[in-house]
């Protein structure tokens, strides 16, 4: 689902809701997203001029999120987001933040995945995955408990009653790169359930 969360000082609400149709937009108080520890959402922040005290650095390595100034004076070099001020042309905006927001990163303990890339947040190591590889491990950040003959039938298209080692070879190669960048992160089977633990 084409979703962000939206929070806002300026009054363009309604300007951001036409200019974004095809998003199921969902506005909030700054509380309520701090409160609720997002991971892995869509965000977009609309401020008048500095950043909210109450959003510390991990909430913008754990989500994609895009910074809307109206009278931005100078810009904090240490957020890794993507930042615009007032001056900008809106179809640029609008492309650059439904482009951000479609190829969306998944963040899980210390690791970020980009594409076809696993990054360790910390050291900066990456590492690439195979398509199967990234569609199993984003399936195991956003379920974090996932059953075997889920992998078979979903991610694999084979059939349940398939005698194959093929899950646990993947998983085996997705641990092995997880260990290549030292994450924290392990992937752990029993009976036939599979689960992230970091």
Known sequence: MKEFFLYTEVPIQGIIKEIFKEFEIHTMPIEIIKKNNFINKNILLLLNESL?????????????????????????????TKVFNGNININKFKDDVTDLFMSKD?????????????INTKTKEEIFLTTT?????????????????????????LRIDTETKTVESHLTRIRKKLYKINSQIKILSKDNSVFLVS
Do not use: A, H, M, W
């Open 133 to 157: 590889e990234k569609n199993i491990l984003t399936l195991l950040i956003e379920r974090n408990k996932i059953e075997k003959f889920f992998f078979l039938e979903d991610v694999l298209s």
């Open 52 to 80: 909210p005290k109450i959003l510390n650095e991990q909430f913008f390595v754990n989500n994609n999120v895009v910074i809307f100034f109206s009278n931005q004076k100078d810009q904090d070099k240490n957020v890794n």
């Open 106 to 118: 998944f963040f899980y303990s210390d690791i970020k995945i980009c594409g076809e890339k696993i």
